[in-house]
């Protein structure tokens, strides 16, 4: 995918150079490290930048993938993002209504999200893995999951 | 105390059960597709936070060696390796299982298992004190020529190629300096938020970017049955015949010496070790023709290659500070979390962690057969699982894993942001191993260099370079980047080799 690398190189570059400036102003042998990683990105940026340049030149000509992949592919994608999506809103959620509520409200909406058609299997799964959770870590480890509600 | 004095120390109640479980937990993390070793050591490290330093990495290493092993059970009865170092694995074993014959795959991908394992088990005992007597010898040019040739190498083989791979581990890097500069007091690249001030933590970053990320991948296709029945039929036997060792005990020798020398080159996981192992046997056999229609030399050859691995990696995890694959780059943060300096003074004053955790890595590579062969047909029908089930399993656990470390939300959203930065890594072939190795490698590069700059009374470069070991360092480097190529070339799947149905081992 070397249009995909020209884009991340190229960003990868572009935002070096504030980050350059801003090691610059740390004091003494504090900059030294960031600058010393800062000038290896770049260095692999450019060289990832070249071989996608040259990678690209190569590869024009060669057909374009099918719109049958293609659309494949984009539903693939929407259904890992979608389920990020769920996932950040559970984790959002936990803070009003505590941990346990939100779990089980994120095993709903990901159910749902990936069309599981094994639903048995899955609340029988799910139901043992959040038992599994409270008998280990609230109870086992003392992890305070309730103070979830608390936030940062 | 002498090394043989710890023994029974690795034998206590308390370690026991930490091996069972580990060995357990890993044989199912193994089974099934989509999971892997360094996912089930992260998801696992929150549970080590309260244990004794002993029974914690004893848990974590039983679920290193027998997740490697847990590969097979799925490779052989589905033709999916539970992780791609089962891979070769799954050609030969599959073709056993279609011809009726699973337990024959099953019981010599046990048996050589349990001797790879076992045989780098023992090498970690014999070899990791000398190495460790050399560690003692470096100096901050050392340690950070170590740091970066350890990255280097890393990052060179975790990604498709090289450049990607460096880019990710400089990335790493240049993530690990965020945070209050501990010797100036400066905020570094913090932005104004506070949270940042105490630096990226790696156990929420490495369970984002190994755990979360893989769950991502999950979802693509959640309805994907790996098979509906297993073909096995008629009764199983588990132990091998006399005509069966005599078949194989010349390949379990020569892979588990392969594995062993390969997990110890950083950076070569266990399905290179695999690979090599299993061309190596094809290649010296006297029936080539019998490879890919079901060999049980092929199996033993893949099977000793991989497990061999496990413990050849963690030599210089342990001697140097270097993880030699992903998985130990985890176990790497199970020691700096336990208070374990991984390096030059680890086996003289941690000897009462170390040699009881050695003894009982060993212990564990035995138990891991016991347990596979009374758990192998329970677990099998595990392996049937959709792998949109196991979706709310990887989620639940990151969240509750990195949750746990410091009770705080804001692990969460770090653990959050490198999943999907994990996610967006492995889909444009950027390894997110390497991007964890640079964070974890480089407060000890930063601290080397930093050193050297103060000691160095002229050019850095010239005070670096002009170590013994430091200059070896660089050298063993270069030659390790050359020696992976090629490792890398011969290790090169045949036509019609199976895709792994989980990660891989980098």
């Known amino acids: 995918m070397p249009r995909f690398d020209v884009v991340v190189a190229a960003l990868v570059l572009l935002g070096s150079v504030p980050a350059w400036v801003a090691a610059g102003r740390f004091p003494g042998t504090a900059s030294l490290f960031p600058r010393f990683s800062l000038v290896l990105l770049i260095g692999a940026a450019a060289s990832v930048l070249l071989r996608a340049v040259l990678a690209g030149g190569r590869a024009r000509g060669h057909p374009p993938p099918a719109p049958d992949a293609r659309q494949a592919n984009r539903r693939r994608l929407g259904r890992a993002l979608a389920s990020f999506g769920v996932v950040c809103g559970a984790v959002e959620a936990a803070r009003g209504v505590g941990f346990f509520p939100a779990a089980v409200a994120l095993a709903m909406a990901l159910a749902w999200v990936l069309r599981i058609e094994a639903r048995r299997q899955y609340a029988a799964l799910v139901t043992g893995l959040l038992v599994l959770v409270w008998v280990v870590f609230v109870l086992g480890l003392g992890v305070p999951l309730a103070g979830w509600r608390q936030g940062i | 105390m002498t090394t043989m004095e710890y023994l029974p120390v690795a034998l206590g109640p308390a ?177 104004g938020v506070q949270a940042l001030q105490g630096g990226i933590g790696f156990v929420p970053a490495v369970i984002g970017l190994f755990s979360i990320s893989q769950a991502l991948v999950l979802c693509e296709e959640p309805n994907r049955a790996v098979q509906t029945a297993s073909r096995a039929a008629g009764a199983w036997r588990w132990v091998p015949s006399p005509r069966e060792i005599r078949l194989v005990a010349p390949t379990l020798v020569r892979s588990s010496v392969i594995g062993i020398l390969v997990g110890i080159v950083p950076g070569a996981g266990a399905d290179i070790g695999a690979w090599v192992s299993y061309n190596e046997a094809r290649r010296t056999a006297r029936d080539p023709g019998a490879f890919g229609r079901g060999s049980l030399v092929g ?208």
Do not use: C
């Not at chain 2, 050859?301 to 061999?308: D, I, K, Q, R, T």
């Not at chain 2, 009982?360 to 138990?367: S, T």
């Not at chain 2, 480097?477 to 895709?499: E, I, N, Q, V």
């Open chain 2, 299 to 506: 199996i033993a050859a893949a099977e000793a290659g991989n497990n061999a691995v496990t413990g050849g990696s963690l030599v210089p995890l342990l001697t140097l500070g270097i993880p030699g694959s992903a998985t130990a780059a985890v176990l790497l943060g199970a020691l700096v979390l336990h208070g374990l300096v991984p390096g030059p003074t680890l086996f003289r004053e941690q000897a009462a962690v170390v040699y009881p955790v050695l003894w009982g890595f060993l212990v564990a590579n035995l138990a891991m057969g016991l347990v596979g062969l009374l758990l192998g047909r329970a677990l099998v029908p595990m392996a049937r699982l959709p792998r949109g089930a196991l979706v709310p399993v990887v989620f639940v656990l990151g969240l509750v894993g990195s949750y746990a470390l410091s009770g705080s939300v804001w692990d969460v959203y770090v653990m959050l942001a490198f999943g999907l930065l994990g996610y967006g890594m492995q889909k444009t072939g950027f390894h997110p191993a390497a991007l964890a190795v640079g964070l974890i490698l480089g407060p000890l590069a930063e601290t080397g260099l930093r050193q050297s700059v103060t000691l160095a009374r002229g050019s850095v470069l010239v005070y670096i370079l002009e170590r013994p070991i430091a200059l070896t360092l660089a050298l063993v480097a270069a030659a390790s980047l050359a020696s992976a190529a090629r490792l890398k070339r011969r290790s090169a799947a045949p036509p019609g080799a199976p895709a792994s149905g989980g990660g891989r081992e980098a």
């Open chain 2, 15 to 191: 370690n026991l059960l930490a091996i069972l479980t580990g060995v357990a937990v890993g044989l199912v993390v193994g089974l099934l597709p989509g999971l892997t070793a360094n996912l089930g050591v992260a998801l696992l490290l929150p549970l080590t936070y309260r244990l004794d330093p002993v029974p914690a990495l004893l848990l974590l290493t039983s679920l290193y060696t027998a997740a490697i092993y847990g590969g097979t059970f799925s490779a052989v009865l589905l033709k999916t390796p539970g992780t791609s170092a089962s891979a070769p694995t799954a050609i030969e074993g599959f073709a056993l299982t279609e011809r009726g014959e699973p337990d024959a795959a099953l019981r010599i991908a046990t048996l050589a298992s349990v001797i790879g394992g076992a045989a780098s088990g023992l090498a970690l005992l014999v070899l990791s004190p000398p190495l460790a007597r050399l560690a003692l010898k470096f100096g901050p040019a050392e340690s950070f020529m170590l740091a970066l040739s350890g990255l280097t190498v890393l990052a060179a083989l975790a990604a498709d190629d090289w450049p990607k791979g460096l880019l990710a581990g400089a990335a790493g890097l240049l993530l690990s300096t965020v945070g209050l500069d501990l010797e100036s007091g400066t905020p570094r690249f913090t932005f």
